[in-house]
């Protein structure tokens, strides 16, 4: 059987994967995302061609239960139909957030970055990006789901509320366990390590692209247990001065939820009527925001 933690960025994802490998009946792909199975490369590159299926397993080192943590993959029209037809025994962990924080912490953290320039995008403002599908289409929660449903039962999948992860850690753990019927597992649970904030997420420096480079060309065995070691002691090397730079982190407010709250308020509600899963705290929160944003406005 294999797993597919399958998102959504900014939603958790970096934590519970770096907790469930800790487990020994759990392999974690290397790199946490492959981008090999979806067309969703990231949020900007796209490619429909056909993955070279022989090279998916060299993704995977050990004995125990595959994860593939690829988080684009949730949004990837045509990943679904694709996993059924080489893993259709598949499981699906999907990790959600209030998807207007959502967007505009994963916006922050491509700012951040310099992505969107690199990609000729223009995400100086939210306003701006939200345009663009490339951010959009990963909190289009109730669409992506319908995709997904026409090819697996429901009962494939395991939903995570984000916030959860935070207030009660262990709680989510031991359910994702059960859902994947693994035994208990005594992990590391600090919520202050393991996590990629995009309040940390820092632009690279012309050193840290050159040592990403040098460092992409190590072979992968020598590599990997370093990445290992460092992973588990929550090491980043590129947030080193010399490596990245910081960008300015434009907190949430309401004015992001006037500009998207509406139309993502009807995604979660259809995603609410395919899953049963309770988004009336979402709904509430994010209809008072963008109302009150949109007054403000006027």
């Known amino acids: 059987m294999d797993v597919f933690l399958i998102g959504v960025p900014k939603a958790g994802t970096t934590w519970l994967s770096n907790i469930l490998d800790q487990h020994p009946g759990v392999v974690l792909s290397e790199p946490k995302e492959p981008n090999f199975v979806a067309s969703h490369k990231g949020t900007f590159e796209r490619d429909e061609g056909e993955p070279d299926w022989s090279k998916y397993d060299g993704f995977f080192s050990g004995d125990g239960l595959k994860m593939d943590a690829s988080v ?8 679904p139909e694709r996993i059924r037809s080489n893993f259709p025994d598949a499981r699906f962990i999907l990790c959600l957030r209030e998807p207007v924080s959502r967007t505009v912490s994963h916006w922050n953290m491509v700012r951040s970055t310099g992505e969107d320039r690199e990609n000729d995008r223009d995400w100086s403002t939210f306003e701006k990006a939200w345009l663009d599908d490339s951010l959009r289409v990963d909190s289009l929660y109730g669409s992506s789901m319908k995709e997904w449903l026409s090819h697996f039962d429901l009962d494939r999948f395991v939903i995570i509320d984000s916030s959860r992860m935070r207030s009660e850690p262990m709680a989510v753990v031991r359910e994702v366990e059960s859902f994947l019927r693994i035994e208990e597992w005594d992990y590391d649970v600090n919520m202050d390590r393991h996590a990629n904030l995009a309040s940390s997420n820092r632009k690279t420096t012309a050193v840290g692209t050159l040592v990403k480079l040098i460092f992409s060309l190590i072979p992968k065995f020598v590599k990997s247990p370093i990445v290992k070691s460092l992973q588990r002691r929550d090491w980043n090397i590129y947030r080193l001065p010399v490596l990245s730079a910081e960008e300015e982190y434009i907190p949430l407010g309401d004015h992001h939820y006037s500009t998207c709250g509406e139309e993502l308020c009807d995604e979660i509600s259809l995603f609410g009527s395919l899953t049963g899963f309770d988004h009336s705290d979402w709904e509430s929160h994010m ?12």
């Open 287 to 298: 209809r008072d925001r963008f109302e009150s944003g949109s007054e403000r406005s006027e």
């Open 72 to 79: 684009h993959t949730f949004s990837c029209p045509i990943a």
